[in-house]
């Protein structure tokens, strides 16, 4: 308990732990008038309109009640976690940055208690931050979920569920992070690195099982899933959606990535020379 408090006064006593709050907030804005929008178009589109039947079911179990709502109140998400991630990479970066690594690594000779530590400490900072956004969430999609005619839902635990699950994908994310420093010591190089590659990944991964699916089979449609982002949005999702494997293969995928990765982070950090 001492190392991870330790490790969480490391962020404290710096400025980016607020810095990547205030960062937070214009985004979770951003994401509420984002959802807010894409909802308002989908539910204009006629009823008569020409759309093929297997995207038909889709946009009408997206366009359900209970979906939108969990959309909502998972505002957030997307760009949210990629700065959990880039914390916890900063949590070991930080150590190489400040040329502290050695210091840390004599005080506490135990390598992997210190990767857990560090993994622990960021598992509470994305809970922080997953706090944050829903706090606002519940304060705000109420009236947006009201001008949109569609009912608060706060007594559905679909919501509640698809909300816990929220603060599971921010823990993991946080874990991938950690994970992904040990790997790149470099913090402005593992920061860029981790920007591009989840942007551009996840637009790219999405584009690919999209022609993939077009061009080669269907059930390509399904493996999209394997798209760490895919996998997170999956499963906050209020119900299962037609075409896509069910919420908790979301929820699997993401727990292996993080368990990979932190798996391996504590294990280079065992056999890398600090120094």
Do not use: C
């Not at 889709?58 to 909502?72: K, Q």
């Not at 906050?236 to 993080?258: C, E, F, H, K, S």
């Amino acid at each position: 308990m001492r190392l991870v408090l330790a490790e969480l006064t490391k962020i404290r006593t710096t400025s980016t732990w607020w810095i990547f709050g205030l960062v937070m907030v214009p985004l979770w804005g951003l994401a509420v008038l984002y959802n807010w929008g894409t909802t308002s178009l989908t539910s204009d589109i006629p009823a008569d309109a020409e759309v093929p039947p297997d995207q038909a079911e889709l946009l009408a179990v997206v366009g359900s009640d209970i979906n939108v709502a969990t959309t909502h109140y998972t505002s957030g998400q997307f760009l949210g976690v990629l700065l959990v991630m880039l914390l916890g990479a900063i949590l070991v970066t930080n150590e190489f940055h400040h040329q502290t690594a050695t210091n840390t690594f004599l005080v506490t000779p135990h390598r992997e208690r210190v990767v857990l530590a560090k993994l622990a400490a960021g598992v509470l900072l994305g809970l922080g931050f997953w706090l944050l956004t829903t706090v606002l969430n519940l304060l705000v999609v109420p009236f947006v979920l009201r001008s949109l005619d569609v009912p608060v839902q706060l007594g559905e635990p679909a919501v509640w569920r698809a909300i816990g699950l929220n603060a599971l994908a921010y823990a993991l994310w946080a874990i991938l992070g950690v994970g992904a420093g040990v790997l790149i010591r470099s913090q402005i190089g593992a920061t860029l690195t981790l920007s591009i590659g989840y942007l551009i990944g996840s637009i790219g991964g999405s584009v690919a099982f999209a022609l993939l699916t077009q061009f080669v089979a269907d059930f390509f449609a399904k493996l999209e899933v394997i798209v760490p982002t895919t996998a997170s949005q999956l499963m906050v999702a209020g119900t299962d959606l037609p075409g896509n494997p069910p919420r908790w293969v979301g929820a699997a995928v993401l727990i292996g990535y993080a368990l990979i990765t932190g798996a391996i982070g504590t294990l280079i950090m065992r056999r890398r020379d600090i120094s």
